[in-house]
């Protein structure tokens, strides 16, 4: 960042806080906040949370707004159900809010590592639920045709196997890898079993992950969905910055908006009337 980008964006944040009034300082938030999809007032928001007295109504502004790009769109809502419930799946994880963010970067398409930086402590069963996504990402990617790449998915399939503590799982998994010729033995008869046999195998494996994981549905979404999705994932990342950062937010606000990070429009409005 250039010194001259630094000082306008700290200008801009004192305009804000130095509003004279009550109102007229409630105005600048909402002023502030329908920038909030925007990447080049990112600085501008840490700057104003910092410099803020108190950074509160910031915050709750700041989140109402997150909620409300996804609000309107059922598809998107019935996603952050699925996410949602895939965390009180997870009962060990002391912050669900930090399994559904791990889930709705799992499901997003292409995998990136930053999509998973809301998500920063894995269980068993998230790490399990990552391990079989890359595995059948791996198994169904455009190079699987390959020996060496055939061969991965099995052996990590078996590496899999040592980590799984669901018998029914287990058993299902240890299916498909038993139908796996051994490549060791003979590569030309394995080549030609994963010619003829890898989609149907591939499917079994998705199957089974579907019904045992309850993970890599395929999730269509349209070209918007996906800038919108994109749009609220980045928004939320900058609230946490905001609240990680340097600024005064009393603590039942700070853990009210971790609780309800990514949560659905109904399980929101539910929380309302608890």
């Excluded at 004192?14 to 002023?31: D, F, P, T, Y």
């Excluded at 299902?172 to 010619?195: A, G, K």
């Excluded at 749009?231 to 609240?243: P, S």
Aim: charged letters at 20%; glycine letters at 2%; aromatic letters at 8%.
């Amino acid at each position: 960042m250039r010194l001259a980008d630094f000082s306008g964006f700290n200008e801009a944040a004192r305009k804000i806080v130095a509003s004279h009034n009550l109102q007229a300082l409630e105005q600048a938030l909402a002023g502030l906040v329908s920038h909030i999809s925007d990447p080049h007032w990112r600085e501008i928001f840490l700057l104003t949370a910092a410099m803020l007295r108190s950074a509160d109504g910031l915050v709750q502004l700041m989140k109402q707004h997150i909620d409300a790009l996804v609000a309107q769109d059922p598809y998107l809502q019935e996603f952050l159900t699925w996410a949602s419930q895939k965390s009180k799946d997870t009962p060990s994880q002391p912050k669900v809010a930090t399994v559904r963010a791990f889930y709705v970067a799992l499901a997003r398409t292409p995998h990136m590592a930053s999509h998973f930086t809301l998500a920063c402590t894995l269980d068993q069963g998230m790490f399990l639920d990552a391990a079989l996504d890359n595995l059948l990402r791996l198994c169904a990617s455009d190079q699987s045709q390959d020996f060496t790449q055939a061969h991965a998915c099995g052996d990590a399939l078996s590496n899999i196997l040592g980590i799984v503590l669901d018998a029914g799982l287990y058993k299902s998994l240890q299916q498909l890898r038993d139908q796996f010729p051994n490549p060791n033995q003979n590569r030309e008869r394995f080549q030609i079993w994963w010619q003829a046999h890898s989609s149907a195998w591939v499917e079994q494996l998705k199957t089974t992950i579907i019904n045992y994981r309850n993970i890599n549905h395929d999730w269509q979404f349209s070209q918007q969905q996906q800038q919108v999705l994109q749009r609220y994932y980045d928004a939320n990342q900058l609230l946490l910055d905001c609240l990680n950062s340097n600024c005064e937010v009393t603590l039942a606000i700070r853990q009210e908006i971790e609780t309800t990070l990514l949560l659905p429009t109904k399980e929101l409005e539910d929380r309302e009337w608890q």
